[in-house]
C-alpha cells in the first residue's frame, strides 16, 4: 500500500508564496513521474506540473515561471514551489503517482 501526504497549504495574499511538499511512503520501489494537480470549487481537476525520475518537468502554461516543481529521490518527496500566487490559485492541490491520489491540501490566496 502507498501512502502519499501533501503538506504546506495554507491561506496567503495575492502575489505570496507557499510551498507545497509531498511524501511517499509505504510498499513502493521505486517512484517514476511525480504530478501535482490541482481543483478549484466547481472546476475538474487539471494538471499543474509533472517530473519525471530524471527531473524532466512540465508546466501548464497558467503557471509556467511562477511554480517550480522539484523532488528529492533519496526522500522520496516532491515540492511545488509557488510563487507570485494569483486569487484563481485557490483550489485544493493534489499530489499523484499514478495511480495513487494524495489527501490533497488547501491552498487559499485571498485580499
Known amino acids: 500500500q502507498v501512502q502519499l501526504v501533501e503538506s504546506g497549504g495554507g491561506l496567503v495574499q495575492p502575489g505570496g508564496s507557499l510551498k507545497l511538499s509531498c511524501a511517499a511512503s509505504?510498499?513502493?520501489?521505486?517512484?517514476?513521474?511525480m504530478a501535482w494537480y490541482r481543483q478549484a470549487p466547481g472546476k475538474q481537476r487539471e494538471l499543474v506540473a509533472d517530473?519525471?525520475?530524471?527531473?524532466?518537468?512540465r508546466y501548464a502554461d497558467f503557471v509556467k515561471g511562477r511554480f517550480g516543481i522539484s523532488r528529492d529521490n533519496a526522500k522520496k518527496t516532491m515540492y511545488l514551489q509557488m510563487n507570485s500566487l494569483k486569487l484563481e490559485d485557490t483550489a485544493v492541490y493534489y499530489c499523484y503517482v499514478s495511480p495513487h491520489w494524495g489527501q490533497g491540501t488547501q491552498v487559499a490566496v485571498s485580499l
Open positions: 509505504g510498499s513502493i520501489f521505486s517512484i517514476g513521474t
Open positions: 517530473i519525471t525520475s530524471g527531473g524532466i518537468v
